[in-house]
């Protein structure tokens, strides 16, 4: 009777000596694999981590007029709004005044590198999965995984494989973020109007002539929101990526909760906001300037 009730009163388990050996022998074949093909891994990285130093490098070596002046051209034509152009150039005073602009150039260039591999990947998967359903089938679990599943628990497996440094901060976003440019890239292509398709084909287009003439740029809105979703989610995770090695605004307020710091982690988070303001509205007005050339409303 006793064991009956302890049976509904404690959930049943496997016993400990099995599943102490199942997690050693996990942990076991995990590390003979990076210790077995870390190094080839590693160099197999090595062009990323070489494109990631240039864009800082060219952001911090760059004069910060220069790169104003830039941003602000990019935010003048996608918004047509002189407001928000002296937003930015206020916003950025603020950044350079506080010292805090080599930190933002670094996080810059960390947040346009991890956005350029997030599209590049996640275009050509967002195609595949419009143009075929079985695709969908089984690329869809593993998004949903890769939103649910905490940052921390897969920095474990990559900072074993690679170590502390750029290059796992790096996958590790890209993993975070590129679910939303993979999802809006599918559904923007699915999205385009069948009768639009049937036209196409009844002039004879091919299925490559279909896709770059005709669906992809109808869900070049769709596509934008996918941008900009990556980009936040990459933004989001410069603080976590800091654990690992990044350099940037994130390390800051990474000493700031180290240390208590309660100035310097304001500070270096409002920087971090406000770089996210900044990609946030251009590549939203982007997006939208888009949606009116389609319409034919724009100016």
């Known amino acids: 009777m006793a064991d009956s009730k302890n049976f509904f009163l404690e959930f049943p388990t496997l016993p400990v000596e099995l599943i102490r050996a199942f997690k050693k022998s996990t942990d076991a074949a995990y590390k003979g694999f990076s210790r077995e093909y870390g190094d080839l891994i590693e160099s197999f ?17 760059t004069p910060w007029m220069i790169i104003i002046g830039v941003i602000c051209v990019f935010a003048y034509y996608g918004t047509r709004s002189y407001k928000i152009v002296i937003g930015i150039i206020l916003s950025f ?28 990947l996640g275009i050509p998967l967002g ?10 089938a089984i690329i869809t679990p593993v998004l949903d995984f890769m939103q649910t599943l905490p940052p921390f628990v897969y920095l474990i497996p990559v900072v074993m494989l690679l170590g502390i440094g750029k290059i796992p901060g790096l996958i590790s976003v890209i993993v975070y973020a590129i679910p939303p440019m993979i999802r809006l890239t599918n559904l923007g292509i699915r999205e385009v109007d069948r009768e639009i398709l049937e036209a196409a084909d009844s002039f004879g287009a091919t299925s490559w002539q279909k896709l770059t003439q005709v669906q992809f740029p109808l869900a070049l809105p769709t596509i934008f929101a996918g941008v900009n979703q990556t980009i936040m989610m990459a933004l989001a995770m410069v603080i976590i990526a800091s654990m690992i090695g990044v350099k940037g605004l994130g390390q800051e307020v990474l000493r700031a909760i180290t240390n208590q710091y309660f100035t310097l982690g304001m500070l270096n988070g409002l920087a971090i906001v406000i770089l996210a303001i900044v990609f946030d509205r251009i590549s ?16």
């Open 127 to 136: 195609v595949w999965m419009a143009k075929s359903d079985r695709a969908q």
């Open 93 to 120: 005073f603020f950044v350079g005044y506080m010292g805090m602009w080599q930190d933002m150039m670094e996080s810059m260039g960390f947040i346009i590198v991890a956005t350029i591999m997030s599209i590049g």
């Open 284 to 299: 939203q007005a982007y997006g939208k300037r888009i949606q009116k050339h389609r319409s034919g409303d724009a100016i």
């Open 45 to 61: 990285f090595n062009p990323l981590l070489k494109f990631l130093v240039f864009w800082e490098k060219l952001l911090v070596g």
